[in-house]
C-alpha cells in the first residue's frame, strides 16, 4: 500500500488557522482503515480524525467496479460536508477503482493506498514475493501496473484473500478457522520460496499475529500504513493544512453505515479506543430507494 496523492488543491472558505483545525476523513469500506488510523494517530497526533465505514456494502472486494466508485465518491462527499479538510481512501479496493473519479469531483487534499510493491520488491532476496489482497485489487490495472512498473526481475505469487475481509469485520483475528484459511493461503507462497508477502488490504494488518506465527522468519511482512501517514503529513503541509503544534484534538469520530457493533468493538480491541458509533445513511445512486408510488 503505498500511499498516492492527488495534486488538488484545497476548496479553502474559512482563515487558515480555523481550517487547520478541521479533521481529516478517513473512508473504508468497512474496518479496515483503522490500520491507517492507527498510524495517523501515532505520526501526527495533533490531528482530529472522521472515520467513515460503509459497513453495510462491505466488503467491496466482491462489488462491481461502478458499485464501488458510487460509493466511495458518495462517502467522500459526505466526509468534505461533514468538514473534512483532506480525504484519505483507506482501502485499496477503492483505491483502484475511484480514485480518478474523486480526485476529478472533489477539490479537497487526497491520499489513496495501493499495495506496496516497490518496496516488497526492494526487501526480497528470493526474487519471489507473496501478494495478499482482495479479487479486485489484484484484477485491475493500477495493480498490472505497479507490477510492471517495480517488479521486473521478481516472481509475484497472488493470491485472493477469499473470506479474510468478512472474518475481520465479525472481529475474528486469530480463531482456529482464521489461522487453518491463513495457512492454506501462505504454504503455497513459503514452498515456492517467498520471502516477502504484501499485505495488499488495508484489513490484513489485524492479521499481523496470527501471520507471523505460521510464518515465523521467512517472510518480510509488507504493511506501509506507516508510509501513508507520512504521505499525509507531506500533503497536509503542502496545503498549510497541519494541525497547529499545540492543537489537542477531539476524541476519534467513528461513523458507521452499518450497525456499528464490530467497528466499535474492533477499535477498542486494537486500538484502545472506546468510543461510540455514529450509526449513519449516506445514500448513492446505486444503493439509494426507490420513491414509493402515492
Same mark, same amino acid.
Given at each position: 500500500?503505498?500511499?498516492?496523492?492527488?495534486?488538488?488543491?484545497?476548496?479553502?472558505?474559512?482563515?487558515?488557522?480555523?481550517?487547520?483545525?478541521?479533521?481529516?476523513?478517513?473512508?473504508?469500506?468497512?474496518?479496515?482503515? *483503522?490500520s491507517v488510523?492507527?498510524?495517523?494517530?501515532?505520526?501526527?497526533?495533533?490531528?482530529?480524525?472522521?472515520? %467513515?465505514?460503509?459497513?453495510?456494502?462491505?466488503p467491496?472486494?466482491?462489488?462491481?467496479?461502478?458499485?464501488?466508485?458510487?460509493?466511495?465518491?458518495?462517502?467522500?462527499?459526505? *466526509? &468534505?460536508?461533514q468538514?473534512a479538510?483532506?480525504?484519505?481512501?483507506?482501502?485499496?479496493?477503492?483505491?483502484?477503482?475511484?480514485?480518478?473519479?474523486?480526485?476529478?469531483?472533489?477539490?479537497?487534499?487526497?491520499?489513496?493506498?495501493?499495495?506496496?510493491?516497490k518496496?516488497?520488491?526492494?526487501?526480497?532476496?528470493?526474487?519471489?514475493?507473496?501478494?495478499?489482497?482482495?479479487? &479486485?485489487?489484484?484484477?485491475?490495472?493500477?495493480?498490472?501496473?505497479?507490477?510492471?512498473?517495480?517488479?521486473?526481475?521478481?516472481?509475484f505469487?497472488?493470491?485472493? +484473500?477469499?473470506?479474510?475481509?468478512?472474518?475481520?469485520?465479525?472481529?475474528?483475528?486469530?480463531? !482456529?478457522?482464521?489461522?487453518?484459511?491463513?495457512?492454506?493461503?501462505?504454504?503455497?507462497?513459503?514452498e515456492? +520460496?517467498?520471502? #516477502?508477502?504484501?499485505?495488499?488490504?488495508?484489513?490484513?494488518?489485524?492479521?499481523?499475529?496470527?501471520?507471523?506465527?505460521?510464518?515465523?522468519?521467512?517472510?518480510?511482512?509488507?504493511?506501509?500504513?506507516?508510509a501513508?501517514?507520512?504521505?499525509?503529513?507531506?500533503?497536509?503541509?503542502?496545503h498549510?493544512?497541519? %494541525?497547529?503544534?499545540?492543537?489537542? !484534538? *477531539? !476524541? !476519534?469520530?467513528?461513523?458507521?453505515?452499518?450497525?456499528?457493533?464490530?467497528?466499535?468493538?474492533?477499535?477498542?480491541?486494537?486500538?484502545?479506543?472506546d468510543?461510540?458509533?455514529?450509526?449513519?445513511?449516506?445514500p448513492?445512486?446505486? #444503493?439509494?430507494?426507490?420513491?414509493?408510488?402515492?
Open positions: 500500500m503505498s500511499p498516492n496523492l492527488g495534486a488538488l488543491a484545497p476548496a479553502v472558505t474559512s482563515g487558515p488557522s480555523l481550517l487547520r483545525q478541521a479533521p481529516v476523513g478517513i473512508f473504508d469500506s468497512g474496518l479496515g482503515g *483503522l488510523l492507527r498510524a495517523v494517530r501515532a505520526m501526527l497526533p495533533g490531528e482530529s480524525i472522521i472515520y %467513515a465505514a460503509d459497513s453495510r456494502y462491505a467491496y472486494g466482491a462489488r462491481d467496479a461502478d458499485f464501488i466508485a458510487d460509493r466511495t465518491l458518495a462517502i467522500c462527499s459526505w *466526509l &468534505v460536508a468538514g479538510k483532506a480525504l484519505v481512501v483507506a482501502c485499496n479496493t477503492a483505491t483502484a477503482e475511484s480514485i480518478a473519479l474523486v480526485r476529478e469531483k472533489l477539490s479537497v487534499p487526497l491520499v489513496g493506498v495501493e499495495p506496496g510493491i518496496p516488497a520488491v526492494q526487501q526480497s532476496k528470493s526474487r519471489v514475493v507473496g501478494v495478499l489482497a482482495t479479487r &479486485v485489487t489484484l484484477a485491475s490495472a493500477r495493480f498490472q501496473a505497479l507490477l510492471q512498473r517495480h517488479g521486473a526481475d521478481c516472481r505469487l497472488c493470491q485472493p +484473500g477469499h473470506g479474510l475481509v468478512e472474518a475481520i469485520e465479525r472481529c475474528d483475528i486469530g480463531s !482456529p478457522e482464521m489461522r487453518a484459511r491463513l495457512e492454506g493461503y501462505l504454504a503455497p507462497m513459503l515456492a +520460496g517467498a520471502d #516477502t508477502l504484501v499485505l495488499g488490504c488495508t484489513h490484513y494488518p489485524f492479521l499481523d499475529a496470527t501471520i507471523r506465527d505460521i510464518v515465523d522468519e521467512r517472510m518480510t511482512l509488507i504493511d506501509t500504513s506507516v501513508i501517514a507520512r504521505q499525509l503529513e507531506r500533503v497536509l503541509a503542502q498549510d493544512l497541519l %494541525a497547529e503544534s499545540a492543537a489537542v !484534538p *477531539l !476524541p !476519534p469520530r467513528f461513523c458507521s453505515t452499518g450497525d456499528g457493533a464490530h467497528l466499535r468493538q474492533l477499535a477498542l480491541t486494537l486500538l484502545q479506543i468510543a461510540p458509533v455514529e450509526s449513519v445513511d449516506i448513492s445512486r446505486r #444503493t439509494a430507494t426507490a420513491p414509493q408510488a402515492a
